[in-house]
C-alpha cells in the first residue's frame, strides 16, 4: 500500500504542475499576441524612416560630418545583451548570454556591459570573470514604453558621440513566428555606410535623387538619424519581447504534453500495482482458507 500512496501523491503532484503549465501558456499566448502586435506595427515604420534617410545619404560624398557614421579605432566597446526578467521560456536566455559571452570574448578591447532583463544581469553579475556593468534595466520588457526607452537611447548615442565609446552592439532575439526566434549579434554604431546597409527597399534604391532639400541635407540627415537610431533600439526590444513570450508559450504547451504522457505512464504503473496488490491478497486468502 505504501508503493500505492506513493505514486498517488505523485499523479497529483504531476496534475498540479500540469494546471500551472496550462495557466501559463495562456497567459503567454495573451501576452504574445500584444507584443506580435507591436513588432508588426513598428516594422514598417522603421523601414520607412530608412527609405526616406537612404536616398538623401546615397547623394551625399562625405557623411563624417555626423558622428554616428565616424569609424574610430576600437578602444572601448558598449554590449547590451536583451533577455528576459523571468525564466521558464526554454534557450530563449541562454542563448543571448551564450552569444554575448562569445562577444566580449572576441574583442582585445575594454568592454562594459548595460545589462536588460535581470536573466542576463544575474549571469554577468555573478560570473568570476568579473564583467563591468555598468547599468541595468528590468521591467521594461514587461510595458514597453518608448518613452522610457528614448531616454536610454539618448545616453546611449550621446556616450558615443562624446567618444566615450567606440563601437556599441546589441545581443537579442529578433522575432520570426511563435516558434522560432533568432539570436541577432548586431552594430548599433557606428552607423555602416548606407550601401551596406540591410533595409533598402527596391524603391529606395531606385528614387530619383535629383532634390532640392530645404532645411539642408545635413540638417535633415542629423534629424533624422537619431530618430532612426531611437526606432532601431525601441524595435530590439519589441522584438525580444515577441520572442519571450513566443518561447515561453511553445515551452509550457511542451511541458503540459511532457506531464501528460508521465500522468499516463503514471497511471498505468498505479493500477499495475493496484492489481498486484489485489491479487497477492485473493491468493493470501486462498491460502489461509486452504490451511
Not at 526607452?149 to 548615442?157: D, G, P, T, Y
Not at 558621440?161 to 548599433?188: G, L, Q, S, W
Amino acid at each position: 500500500m505504501g508503493n500505492l500512496k506513493e505514486i498517488r501523491t505523485r499523479i497529483g503532484s504531476v496534475k498540479s504542475t500540469q494546471q500551472i503549465t496550462r495557466a501559463m501558456k495562456m497567459v503567454s499566448a495573451s501576452k504574445f499576441r500584444k507584443a506580435q502586435d507591436a513588432i508588426l506595427k513598428i516594422r514598417p515604420y522603421a523601414n520607412k524612416i530608412n527609405e526616406v534617410i537612404i536616398p538623401i545619404a546615397e547623394g551625399m560624398e562625405d557623411l563624417s560630418f555626423n558622428p554616428y557614421f565616424q569609424e574610430r579605432e576600437v578602444k572601448r566597446v558598449l554590449v547590451i545583451p536583451i533577455t528576459s526578467d523571468k525564466g521558464l521560456c526554454g534557450s530563449f536566455n541562454s542563448t543571448v548570454i551564450r552569444e554575448a559571452v562569445n562577444l566580449i570574448n572576441s574583442y582585445e578591447a575594454s568592454v562594459d556591459l548595460i545589462c536588460f532583463g535581470k536573466k542576463s544581469f544575474d549571469f554577468f553579475s555573478r560570473s568570476k570573470k568579473g564583467y563591468n556593468i555598468i547599468e541595468k534595466y528590468f521591467d521594461l520588457t514587461s510595458n514597453i514604453s518608448f518613452s522610457e526607452i528614448e531616454e536610454v537611447a539618448n545616453r546611449i548615442l550621446k556616450s558615443f558621440a562624446d567618444k566615450e565609446y567606440d563601437e556599441i552592439r546589441f545581443v537579442y532575439n529578433a522575432f520570426t513566428n511563435p516558434a522560432v526566434y533568432t539570436t541577432t549579434n548586431t552594430k548599433f554604431l557606428p552607423l555602416e555606410s548606407i550601401a551596406e546597409q540591410d533595409l533598402q527597399s527596391d524603391q529606395a534604391k531606385h528614387m530619383n535623387h535629383n532634390f532640392i532639400f530645404e532645411p539642408s541635407e545635413n540638417e535633415i540627415i542629423n534629424e533624422l538619424i537619431p530618430t532612426s537610431l531611437k526606432i532601431k533600439f525601441f524595435r530590439s526590444l519589441l522584438e525580444s519581447n515577441a520572442s519571450e513570450h513566443g518561447a515561453r508559450m511553445t515551452a509550457m504547451d511542451k511541458a503540459t504534453e511532457n506531464a501528460e504522457e508521465l500522468l499516463g505512464e503514471l497511471k498505468l504503473k498505479y493500477n499495475k500495482e493496484r492489481q498486484a496488490t489485489i491479487t497477492k491478497e485473493i491468493l493470501e486468502i486462498v491460502g489461509g482458507t486452504t490451511a
